[in-house]
């Protein structure tokens, strides 16, 4: 089969023969028909996140059709439309997995022999993959291929936070960053009836915010603080300091959720004896790949029209192109590549 294999550390990715995996008990093989583009995979190529496998292929927003299934194999068959996870289980005996939690972002980061989809094992980017049964979610039927891979990754994020934030009817959530999670992490609030604030430092993304639904735009906490403030915060973008400066405009009693990452600076309370955390009441809290049933609800509210992943597409053979323009921050919002 053709995959997408990073040569070496900042090398660019070249498409290469490799040999074609088979299914074991349990297992199905996917022919790939797209795969995202997430930074993480950017991030891969230049060493900063291990990949476990060689060759080294990447890619953790996989989706396409299911053209063989292993022994013992009942709960999918051939034909099935499917994606699966950059977590997809646990080693089922270290500290974390004694816990017996369901396998979310969280095992990833707490199980030390987590299978991560693209660093531990084999990625998305080739024709076919192999994972387990169980590690696959269904597609909705009518939702194409290209719109159902940045679900797999940016918008199960994006809806994990709305929901981990649980906000109540009469509240309004506002949106940190409108990028490849933001951008729809919007469109999921708007959905759900959420009066909704879209934040952004850049002047050229206002107009967007408003297209993809957001009912007021600002440029920053103080901005924010001064139509009102939120009762939710959803941080998408890659800034803590950002996602600190909003915090004057998280109401009373009101839910930060940091989910997108910075690895360069660490996430402050900054001094203010005019609106002093303490005393409001609020909560910082985390959110990742929450749990399969929260994809399936992500992926249906894409089927059913609600929310629209921005993409552009990308021939396998322009692989290293779209790389390139994600690393570069070109791509409006996520990169796919057709296999």
Known sequence: MKAAVIPSINGSWELREVPTPVPGPGEVLI?????????NDVLATMGAIPIGTSPAITGHEPVGEIVEVGPGVTTRQTGDRVGTTWV???????????????????????????VSTG??????????????????????????????????????????????????????VAVLGIGGLGHMAVQYAQACGYETVAITSKPEKHVLAKELGADIVVSNGEELREV????????????YPAAAD???????????????????EGFLIPPALAYPFFAQGQSIMGATHNGLPLLQEALELVADGKVTPMIETFP???????????????VRFRAVVIY
């Not at 022919?31 to 930074?39: E, L, M, Q, T, V």
């Not at 009102?228 to 800034?239: E, F, M, N, Q, R």
């Not at 396998?316 to 070109?330: D, L, P």
């Open 31 to 39: 022919k790939i028909h797209a795969c995202g583009i997430c930074f």
């Open 88 to 114: 997809r289980s646990g080693c089922g005996r270290c500290d974390y997995c004694r816990l017996n939690l369901p396998v979310t972002g969280q095992t990833g980061i707490n199980c030390p022999g987590a």
């Open 119 to 172: 660093f531990s094992h084999q990625g998305g980017h080739a024709e076919y993959l192999v994972v387990g049964a169980n590690e696959t979610v269904l597609i909705p039927s009518g939702l194409a291929f290209d719109l159902a891979a940045p679900v797999l990754c940016a918008g199960y994020t994006a809806w994990s936070a709305l929901r981990t934030a649980a906000p109540k009817p009469h509240e309004r």
């Open 228 to 239: 009102g403030g939120a009762d939710v915060i959803l941080v998408t973008g890659p800034s």
């Open 246 to 264: 909003c915090l004057q405009g998280l109401r009373v009693n009101g839910r930060m959720v940091l989910a997108g990452i910075d690895g360069r």
């Open 316 to 330: 396998a053979e322009q692989v290293n192109e779209a790389v390139q323009k994600v690393a570069a921050g070109e």
